[in-house]
């Protein structure tokens, strides 16, 4: 791996544990997050649900998704590091208890404590696996991708394809006002990628058995 990139980890690891550490007071409650969540429901509990910005690209699921990181990305698109008007509008008007409540809902919502181990085998290409492993993914989002090695980093393995090429190519966006996102080791790693190889790594990542799911719910407050 890339010394540079070892550094950036290390140092964004202990940035993360600090600030795990400082929010642990805040304790969230997944039947307060389901009343909470009539913002989320018209996205992220269609199945097959496509959002048109910046580019047409399914919505990422995130029944399933990690508790920390669903906090995590919430405080992002709060302050900007994160640029998406629709994502942005929405998380100003969460306080630290309602993302942690909307937080725990969304990580247990259609999890089955009894389902049987992942498979390892995914259906991408050599070329895709090349680059993931380029891109030292694993160092970062686990084994297989989907054993983030902290809990402030997203669950991949498994997620939509064009979420994830689009999400890759955010990190690229230096200076727009509108789309972007500001994290240094992603930033760092999407970089050394031709949109191409990134699509193609996204192709390979998606194809990986995964957690992550969509939930679709009737009640639409």
Known sequence: MNPLLRSLIALVVASVTFTSAFAQDIKGDAKAGEKKNSMCLGCHSIVGYQASFPEVHKVPMIAGQGEKYIISSLNAYKKGERKHPTMRGISVTLKDQDMADLAAYYSALGVDANAKPLD????????????VAKGACASCHGENLNKPIDPSYPLIAGQHKDYLFVALKSYKADANPQVG?????????????SNAELKELAN???????????????RFR
């Open 120 to 131: 390892k085998v995914g259906g991408g290409t050599s070329a895709g696996e090349a680059l």
């Open 181 to 193: 996102r500001g994290n240094a080791i992603m930033g760092g790693i999407a970089k050394q990628f």
């Open 204 to 218: 390979y990542v998606g194809s990986l058995p995964g957690a992550l799911k969509t939930v679709p719910q009737n």
